[in-house]
């Protein structure tokens, strides 16, 4: 946020011309601008770090800290275990998932209905996946069917998840979304960011927010100057207006 | 579909088998085969009511608080610890489970242990305890807890010190405990922690507010600490990006708030409070049950904000919540329509565009309510609603289909939903204009005479300030139906209840009773004239201001009768053979509220009313009884009305020749 916020005061002190004249900023001049911008190394670097622990990129966190010295903002073991249980719910062991985050605070479950809602709802998916089907009835009547009764949003998406099982072909009808592994992405995700809130740590990096908040101000910029612009973000390459 | 409540048998018995035999094997012997058994049994229970039910019945608590103590197995600690936080989380019943099998010491116990993984599982476990009503009351006076509750909070380890700020939360209800953990400096160690991780900063929020509230001197210490600057960073959270931390700072200022106003000079600062808690409302979670009833409390009896919050649509907010035909938490109704209720308090526009919004059929709904909390509130926002007199003579109320729940209510089992369902029909009866109401037909008449025999004295006050507007202005049939029900004896015994406020309102009955045609005046003259020897007997006892009106204006109702009426209270007023004393009259002239005095200047007029033959002596009476020259003396009384008044009957004694 730092950054973002000297990116901008150094662009206001130039007073920019009439709206109805747009100023043209030579690459030169830009560049000269962006350069006289200081930057601090570690906030970079806090950044950086912030990313990969978000991310959950466990080793290069690890590398990162013994090069550069920065902190992590917190301790890296539980990366591991976070990701652990991420991987776990990815693979379709969601069993397993809800156990290592039982372990790795009993508070999460308990006191978070919906997410444990989720995670059984997935089990459910995972067990009518590999045809378990008496298993699944069981599964639901037993464990996801007292959900239903407590909370009406509940019972509608158990409805639609055991409909699947009214299918001959589940890969074929109106509720195959439930078997895609996008959805199992989206419950490893929702777990991934309930166990960082339990770690009062930010569910999101900041970095991705940081460019969204780049490219407003470049849209801002643009009704006042011409300028070189940024537009591959994997580059960071200045692209003169012209081309 | 296999959902809800069909059971088929193979699948419960399945479930139940399992249950057992998880059971017998958390008695093992074998370290191994027991971590096991303790680890299943909480994974099954966490998040799932149900299981927690289950285990519970099959006794698991009492042999999962041994697991505790028998062994120094740091993972059968670990475990069996979060294995009873499970079954104390949100389940009353699991609470009462664990203190019962007395594994609170034992958890405390664990707090000492070196392992820091053991550590965090008995302070977690500890701290779902103190999040229940049911959790062991915490002595703050004894030195040594109060050195423990320090130790805690100045652990490093953040489920620990976020401990201490919950038994704070939980145990601190007094405003003796309230100085002392101040004075033991506990304001200074749990400003730490709202730098802290989220659950120290939640924790420390909610004991704040408990320390905070109601004690101005507590506040001032908390403002003062760094200049302001916890105040501030309170504020700031306000703001932050989860709901529950939003919510406990919104709390935390509105106990500021309503304990030291004077923090809140800024229009700002109370208008982005009300707009937060507003935004609250719709989370549907725990969160947004709790900002109702903060909402409320924010507003309640304070004009300005109520405003505030109607500018910032409150009234729509709330009543679309309402709608949205989910069912509520309890919690919530209960706030949402407490907050109501302040909005329609005082402001006519929050009423009419409250009402506005067809909500009679919510608030019938919330009537019947299974939760007492819930019916109560609607019912005092009914009572505020009918504040609207437009609403209330354009008959709103009066239909049979608001009319039937609310006479209904007057039989609720709950003393506070009597109480807040005669607050309403108190102002609801005052447009019983037309003869016919459904009140009456309903029998509401007979149930408002049972209420004011009640043992509650509120509800007793309360009945009575209803039969009093049911008896403003009513006619001759509706006054016989009411007084063949109490008669002379159940009157005069309402008239001396050992509580003032009841016999104020008794009198105040009695006054609107015996207003207007002659008829009525004869009820008191019932028995012997036993009721009016009871007003009499009252006003000889030097009552508070207040009653001695309502009495006094009984006599000037009475006065304004018939010869032998007007006798009637002059034997009252001046009895034979009288001691010196009991001259009420000219006490009463002497007093300092103005309405007692132009009340007992009122009787004056009526007793010397020139047109009745007898007023002559009377006047002759009241001027050896030093009457007529205390009102000499009061020519130039300050309160206006009493001026007009005295300068009446003056003009009348000239008229007897008197100057």
């Known amino acids: 946020m730092s950054l973002f916020r000297i990116f901008i005061n150094q662009l206001d002190e130039d007073d920019l011309e009439m709206a109805s004249s747009k100023k043209v900023i030579t690459r030169e001049e830009w560049e000269k601008k962006l350069n006289a911008v200081k930057l601090r190394k570690e906030d970079m670097n806090t950044l950086v770090m912030n990313f990969l622990v978000t991310e959950g990129f466990v080793e290069a966190a690890d590398k990162f800290q013994r090069e550069s010295g920065t902190k992590p903002e917190i301790d890296l073991s539980t990366i591991t275990d976070r990701m652990a249980v991420k991987k776990a719910v990815q693979n379709g062991h969601v069993e397993d998932a809800i156990e290592k985050v039982n372990d790795l605070n009993p508070e999460i479950l308990d006191t978070n209905p919906e997410l444990f809602f989720h995670l059984q709802q997935q089990r459910l998916i995972e067990l009518i996946r590999h045809g378990k089907i008496e298993e699944a009835l069981e599964f639901a009547q037993e464990e996801l069917a007292p959900r239903g009764e407590e909370n009406q949003s509940f019972l509608q998406e158990l409805e639609k998840t055991v409909a699947l099982l009214v299918f001959e072909d589940a890969s074929n009808c109106p509720v195959k979304d439930l078997l895609d592994i996008s959805h199992r992405l989206k419950t490893a995700s929702e777990v991934n960011a309930a166990i960082l809130t339990s770690q009062s740590h930010e569910k999101d990096p900041k970095l991705p927010s940081l460019l969204k908040m780049l490219i407003w101000a470049q849209n801002q910029l643009d009704e006042k100057a011409v300028y070189p612009h940024i537009n591959d973000l994997s580059t960071a390459q200045l692209q003169d207006p012209s081309e | 579909m296999p959902t809800t409540t069909s059971s088929s048998s193979s699948a419960a018995s399945s479930s139940g088998n399992r249950q057992a035999d998880v059971f017998s094997r958390l008695a093992s012997s074998d370290p191994e085969v027991k971590l096991k058994a303790l680890r299943e049994v909480k994974n099954q229970i966490i998040g799932n009511r149900t ?227 507003l935004e609250l409302l719709n989370d549907p979670g725990q969160s947004g049950n709790e900002a109702a009833l903060g909402l409320s409390s924010l507003i309640a009896e304070k004009e300005d904000l109520q405003k505030l919050a109607y500018e910032a649509n409150a009234i729509k907010n709330i009543v679309d919540i309402l709608k949205t035909g989910s069912e509520l938490h309890p919690k919530r109704l209960q706030g949402l329509f407490l907050s109501l209720a302040e909005l329609c308090s005082k402001l006519e526009d929050c009423r009419c565009s409250f009402l506005s919004l067809e909500v009679l059929d919510l608030l019938v709904n919330a009537l019947r309510h299974k939760n007492a909390d819930v019916r109560t509130a609607a019912c005092i926002c009914f009572k505020n609603a009918a504040r609207s007199v437009k609403n209330l003579s354009a008959g709103r109320f009066t239909t049979d289909h608001v009319m039937l729940p609310l006479v209904q209510l007057l039989h609720d089992p709950s003393s506070a939903v009597q109480v807040a369902v005669l607050g309403a029909l108190s102002n609801i009866v005052l447009d019983f204009s037309s003869p016919k109401s459904t009140f009456i037909e309903y029998g509401g008449i007979k149930q408002l005479i049972e209420l004011s025999k009640s043992m509650d004295p509120n509800a007793r006050c309360s009945a009575l300030r209803a039969l009093r507007n049911l008896m403003f202005l009513a006619d001759n049939k509706r006054k016989e139906l009411f007084y063949s029900d109490v008669k002379a004896q159940g009157f005069a015994s309402l008239i001396s209840d050992p509580e003032p406020t009841v016999q104020e309102q008794a009198l105040a009955l009695l006054r609107n009773l015996v207003d207007g045609c002659i008829n009525s005046i004869e009820f008191v003259f019932d028995e012997d004239g036993l009721i009016l020897d009871s007003v009499a007997r009252q006003l000889r006892k030097a009552p508070q201001a207040q009653m001695a009106i309502q009495g006094m204006y009984v006599l000037t109702n009475v006065a304004s009768g018939t010869e032998l009426h007007k006798e009637a209270v002059m034997q009252q007023l001046f009895p034979q053979p009288q001691a010196e004393s009991n001259n009420f009259m000219l006490k009463f002239l002497q007093s300092h509220e103005s309405q007692l005095r132009s009340a007992t200047v009122w009787t004056v007029i009526n007793l010397i009313s020139p047109s009745s033959p007898g007023a002559l002596d009377r006047h002759v009476k009241l001027r050896n009884e030093g009457i007529i020259p205390q009102l000499k003396n009061m020519v130039n009384d300050a309160c206006l009305d009493v001026k007009i008044r005295i300068r009446t009957v003056l003009s009348q004694s000239m008229s007897f020749g008197d100057n």
């Open chain 2, 51 to 277: 299981k927690k039910q289950s285990f519970l019945k099959l006794g698991a608590v009492p042999a999962i608080a041994s697991a505790l103590s028998e062994c120094d197995n740091s993972s059968i600690l670990v475990q069996s610890a979060a294995a009873l936080g499970s079954f104390a989380c949100g389940f009353e019943a699991g609470v009462q489970a664990v203190i019962d099998a007395g594994a609170f010491p034992r958890l405390l116990r664990l707090l000492t242990s070196s392992d820091e993984k053991v550590v965090d599982a008995g302070a977690r476990s500890l701290r779902m305890i103190f999040q229940s009503n049911q959790a062991p009351k915490y002595d703050f006076l004894q030195e040594k807890n109060m050195e423990f509750l320090f130790s805690l909070l100045n652990s490093e380890n953040e489920n620990v010190s976020g401990l201490g700020a919950s038994i704070i939360a939980h145990a601190c209800g007094t405003t003796v405990e309230q100085q002392l953990l101040c004075d033991a400096g506990v304001l200074e160690k749990l400003v730490i922690l709202l730098d802290g991780s989220l659950s120290q900063r939640e924790a420390c929020l909610e004991s704040l507010a408990t320390v905070l509230k109601s004690n101005p001197e507590a506040v001032s210490r908390f403002v003062g600490l760094e200049a302001g600057r916890y105040l501030s960073s309170v504020t700031e959270l306000t703001k932050d990006r989860y709901p529950r931390t939003r919510l406990l700072s919104c709390l935390c200022l509105v106990v500021i708030y309503n304990t030291s106003p004077s923090y809140f000079l800024n229009m700002g600062t109370k208008s982005s409070l009300v707009t937060t808690l």
